[in-house]
């Protein structure tokens, strides 16, 4: 214990708190720093998502213009998804649909699943030497359909700028159900402007619209927002330990994304250069956005048995030179 301070949140910890007025009003949300200049939110009401994240005073996230919404104003026809989409540093996809809206298997799937929209079961938290610990469990289940449990656990490293994630998804059920998940890690303003660099170590990389090969370096280039920009997807082809990065020579500060590509085998480039509209997509995720029906017809859908489960990681480190 630090002879110099009253209690741990003088410099360092998680706090507690619930959101007040509009939309947000009620929403319960932890405040998290490591005392070396990484602070970001845990939105418990949505999935334990990450909503915010700072470094030494500098946002990294889009925040969307319908800011912090409850889940209780959740639309989940057609694109409704988009009215409560805070986008924020990441918003979990899943974990029974990921993109597009579809007719799959006899089911009406909702844009990029439900379970973003769903408040935690149980939450909880604690500080030790080796750093600060979150855990929380999501409940994605119905009668009569499937019935799955999500396990989130972070570690935020007190010695360094690191956020260690780690996500087991258990199918309690009785049926094989559908499991289709992808992080919508989403980069904004100031750290994502026309000076910033982004690195892929893509073997191969695809426009999803017309599925045309592309050349890297077009699709990696950061533009100043245009009026009327149209938003475009990229699928890149990535293997083995991988580790993306983002870094913005204005601020001097970046954030590196590292992963097994082998276990989410699928990364998505999600570019917006609107006005307002500002944001830079870098999803990886057992899938691809293009819907659950374009999956299981390519052979590509991934399951749970009954009593089964996956698990996986993903590390987020934020620096400056």
Sequence with gaps: MNKYMGHI??????????LSGGKADGMRMLYVRNGKGLEFWVSVDRCADISRLSFKGDN????????????????????????????????????????????????ETPLHGTISNTPCENIGHWTSEDG?????????????????????????????NEISLKDTVKNIGNTVSPLMLLYHCNMGYPLLDENAKITVPSTNVVRRSDGEEMELEKCLEVEKPKNGYEEVCYYHALSGDTEISIYNPNIKKGLKMSYDADQLKYFTQWKMMGEYDYVMGLEPGNCTPDGRKVMREKGLLEFLNPGEEKTFSLKFSVYEE
């Design 9 to 18: 949140n003088q410099t360092m910890g998680v706090e507690e708190m619930r």
């Design 60 to 107: 990294y996230s889009y925040f969307s213009p319908c800011g912090y919404v409850s889940p209780q104003y959740y639309d989940d026809k057609g694109a409704g998804f988009l009215k409560s989409f805070t986008a924020g540093f990441f918003t979990t996809c899943g974990l029974t649909a990921v993109g597009s809206c579809c007719v799959d298997d006899g089911e």
């Design 132 to 160: 600060i610990h979150i855990k929380a469990i999501i409940r994605d289940a119905r009668i009569f359909s499937h019935k799955l449990i999500l396990e989130r656990e972070y570690i935020v490293s007190l010695d360094k």
